[in-house]
């Protein structure tokens, strides 16, 4: 269903089957993914690991990305967490530790085997892959699929971000658990008016015992929102009495009490929570089957000096430690110990889960082609 203001209402199926997306345990990989500070890789070889895969960083006249493994032996050009870290004897080029082989940056061609002389016949006949690596909001993105991105890096950046008034801030940190456990985390409606009750972010504001949601997928058909409407502070629950209870000095509503304020999730697994003059935008990029890296984008838009040495002191001060890591800690507290794979019993809110899933399932790039393939045998 369209409504007036072009959102597609969605329809979550009772019924679901998860094949797809329960097979991408280690993530989506035909998609761009923030994995570091750009101010963060110099030319001394840094290690990422993403979708299972692990790759070094490395700048030279450019960021280049390459596996992070030296054809030869194995050795890690990154060091692995040692010291023995590839060399830069040749600009444009990466010389692994051990035994000398210097590779190509561009191409990860191997263009020299120090140590067979100048005339080594394993020259030309070895390569590293090279990953699509990019540069914008100040991080590092990073095609991890097959061959050539199918889209520009553009294309899997909220577009709010690239605005030229956009002044962002971003904080990253691992965590344990998988990318889908957190995307879902993410996008949860209930979760919230529980779990986050008792943190600091909520000692005196109200936050809402339940409401009803409604899901929406937004006319740019990328992201899919849930909105609240009949939302209830406290309630008498039969048998057991009222909740919540609320101290005096609870006086004001939590912004995600607003009617207006949707929380909006889209692929690869993409958070967006707006705020009254500013949103959080939050990354869960899948590093392997067990942990992901979480993150963290804020965005105010405004070209004034002041609003933004403003926005910088609100943001470095309060939301950086009162929410990212007090409220966001509780989260990953919680995505932490949850079991690798678990039974399910879902109840009503938990259609915002199956949503998201549902637009995996129906939307994601790397299932494209399965997708197809099964319509066409099933025809
Ligand atoms: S392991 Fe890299 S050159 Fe031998
Ligand atoms: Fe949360």
């Known amino acids: 269903m369209v409504g007036t203001d072009g959102r597609s209402e969605v329809r979550v199926p009772s019924i679901a089957n998860w094949k797809l997306y329960d097979s991408a345990a280690e993530g989506l990989r035909e998609y761009w993914y923030p994995v570091a500070q750009s101010a963060a890789i110099g030319r001394r070889p840094t290690h990422v690991k993403l979708c299972g895969q692990d790759i070094v960083l490395v700048r030279d006249s450019r960021l280049f990305a390459l596996e992070d493994r030296c054809p030869h032996r194995c050795v ?32 990860g061609r191997l263009a020299a085997a120090l140590t067979d002389g100048p005339d080594s016949p ?33 294309a899997d950046i909220p577009e709010e971000l690239l605005a030229a008034d956009a002044r962002v801030y971003s904080r990253s940190s691992p965590r344990r658990g998988n990318w889908r456990y957190a995307t879902e985390n993410g996008f949860d409606e209930s979760h919230a008016k529980y779990l ?122 309060l939301i950086r430690n009162v929410q990212h890591r007090f409220l966001n800690n509780q989260d990953a507290w919680m995505i932490g110990i949850m079991p690798d794979s678990h039974p399910e019993r879902f109840f009503r809110p938990d259609a915002s889960i199956t949503a998201w899933r549902r637009l995996v399932e129906t939307t994601a790039r790397d299932f494209h082609g399965i997708v197809e393939a099964t319509a066409a045998m099933a025809n």
């Open 76 to 107: 890690p050009f990154s060091g692995g967490g040692t010291p023995a870290v590839a060399k830069r004897d040749f600009a444009g080029h990466l010389t692994c530790r051990y035994h000398g082989w210097v590779f190509e940056l561009e191409s």
């Open 122 to 154: 394993i020259v030309g006949k070895v390569h590293v892959r090279t990953y699509p690596v990019q540069e914008r909001c100040g991080m590092v993105w990073l095609w991890p699929g097959e061959g050539e991105p199918s889209v520009p890096v553009e």
């Open 196 to 317: 986050h009750r008792d943190s600091i972010w909520a000692w005196f504001r109200k936050i809402p015992s339940f409401n009803t949601m409604t899901l929406f997928i937004e006319p740019d058909g990328k992201w899919l929102s849930r909105g609240k409407s009949d939302i209830h502070f406290q309630q008498d629950y039969p048998g057991l009495g009222r909740w919540p209870h609320y101290h005096r000095l609870k006086v004001m509503k939590h912004p995600s009490s607003m009617k207006s304020s949707a929380t909006s999730v889209r692929l690869p697994g993409i958070l967006r929570v707006p705020y009254p003059g500013w949103s959080i935008f939050e990354w869960y990029v899948p590093v392997d089957a067990r942990t992901h890296q979480y993150v963290q984008v804020n965005a105010r838009w405004t070209n004034s000096l002041a609003a933004r040495l403003r926005w910088w002191a609100y943001y470095t001060f």
